[in-house]
């Protein structure tokens, strides 16, 4: 894991202790996961995890994209808290706000390799 983005969530309280979602709460997670529900944003945020402070170039050559179209995929995390950035001489550089993120992204990982009956190695 990259070294700019911690490990684990902060402690909260585990999930059968939480209320039930009410309305209100339930759209804005909906929200939250419709700007997740984005093959491109999820690569990003993946190549976020496995690169080490990375930069916009860096990122659209990890994913090979071009460097503008990242660029809207990432203001559009950054706008939403999801990132953050730091100047760095002429190069912007992005990193994961809430290691939940990171963790969401494993489980949903697992998740897939679960459901589809596959190893982390993508062997049946």
Known sequence: MAASAPSSCPPKAPLLERPLLDAPLAKELASLFDVLASG????????????????????????????????????????????????????????????CLIRLLHHALCLHEETRGQTSTGQP
């Open 40 to 99: 491109t944003r999820l690569r990003l945020l993946h190549a976020l995890v496995r690169l080490d402070d990375p930069c916009m170039g860096d990122l659209a050559e990890a994913v090979g994209m071009k460097p503008q179209a990242v660029s809207n995929q990432l203001r559009r995390l950054v706008d939403l808290g999801i990132l953050t950035t730091r100047r760095h001489g002429t190069h912007i550089h992005y990193r994961i706000v809430d290691p």
